[in-house]
Nanobody
Framework: QVQLAESGGGLVQPGGSLRLSCTVS????????IGWVRQAPGKEREGVSC????????YYVDSGKGRFTLSSDNAKNTVYLQMNILTPADTAVYYC?????????????????????WGQGTPVPVSS
């Protein structure tokens, strides 16, 4: 059974930092690409970051460039999203999602186009 478990969310003040974790069980990071997606209240889902399966680059949403960093620990089957200098505009529920490395990806980001598996989401409210 494949499971994705996010953790690390929570209330943070503007300018603060959080590190989100996505621990994957049932599949390995060698076979599945993990992306981070967020959904703010009343808005559409938005891709935040992923390791591209097209060219091995890392995709970041424009508003996250220079502030967000994606990393992974294959030994722990865990992907991290470090988020710095958070603003209220970053307020959302953050999800990690897994798509097989051979599955269809979004171009040009290289992120999973239709992830097969999703975590339950972790809320990140940014407020003073």
């Amino acid at each position: 059974q494949v499971q994705l478990a996010e953790s690390g969310g929570g209330l943070v003040q503007p300018g603060g930092s959080l590190r989100l974790s996505c621990t994957v069980s049932g599949v390995t990071l060698d076979d599945y690409a993990i992306g981070w997606v967020r959904q703010a209240p009343g808005k559409e889902r938005e891709g935040v970051s992923c390791k591209s399966t097209i060219d091995d680059s890392t995709y970041y949403v424009d508003s996250g460039k220079g502030r967000f960093t994606l990393s992974s620990d294959n030994a722990k089957n865990t992907v991290y999203l470090q988020m710095n200098i958070l603003t209220p505009a970053d307020t959302a529920v953050y999800y990690c999602a897994a798509g097989h490395v051979d599955a269809v990806v979004d171009v040009p980001t290289g992120c999973p186009s239709a992830p097969a598996f999703w975590g339950q989401g972790t809320p990140v409210p940014v407020s003073s």
